[in-house]
């Protein structure tokens, strides 16, 4: 055996290797328009919102095609599959090429009722009303005392007609 026949099966090896695209978790959640930077995209995989596979997933994580991704963002959890690794960041209608998403509708529709339960929401007894909670309050007692001068005037205009 000489130092050819060593070293040429090695050859080989990397030439037949498949080269399969990767990229980073923070970078793919960046360039599919997940996060706004990619500074938030590896702040938000630091704090465990990023999960591979079911495995939470440091910014440096690798992603691969046909992984399934969760990202927690705005008390969403969405989730989609990857299909192809984009080469940079894409344009919005180009994301899709890259991703299947498959995040429920229950989530987005919990949102909206988390949204509307915050705008009305304030706890008895907290302080003194705001300007909008008194006007509310005043339009409240003014529209049920119309309502009473209304059936009463009704009322006794009825009474007059029964007994003419």
């Known amino acids: 055996m000489n130092a050819q026949d060593t070293i040429f099966p090695?050859?080989?090896?990397?030439?037949?290797?498949?080269?399969?695209?990767v990229m980073r978790i923070d970078k793919f959640l960046?360039?599919?328009?997940?996060f706004k930077t990619r500074n938030i995209a590896s702040t938000a995989c630091k704090k465990g919102y990023a999960k591979i596979n079911g495995i939470t997933a440091k910014p440096g994580k690798e992603v691969f095609p046909m992984d399934e991704v969760v990202v927690r963002k705005n008390q969403i959890d969405y989730k989609f599959t990857v299909l192809d690794i984009p080469p940079s960041r894409v344009g919005a209608k180009l994301v899709d090429i890259y991703r299947k998403d498959t995040t429920p509708?229950?989530?987005?529709?919990h949102n909206e009722l988390l949204q509307y339960s915050k705008d009305y929401y304030r706890k008895k007894g907290i302080g003194?009303?705001?300007?909008?909670?008194?006007?509310?309050?005043?339009?409240?007692?003014?529209?049920?005392?119309?309502?009473?001068?209304?059936?009463?005037?009704?009322?006794?205009?009825?009474s007059k007609e029964v007994e003419d």
């Open 10 to 21: 090695y050859f080989c090896l990397e030439v037949n290797k498949e080269i399969q695209p």
């Open 30 to 34: 960046w360039s599919t328009r997940y």
């Open 105 to 109: 509708k229950e989530a987005f529709e």
């Open 128 to 158: 003194r009303p705001t300007k909008k909670d008194r006007r509310d309050i005043d339009e409240y007692l003014d529209g049920d005392t119309n309502t009473d001068e209304t059936s009463t005037i009704e009322s006794d205009s009825k």
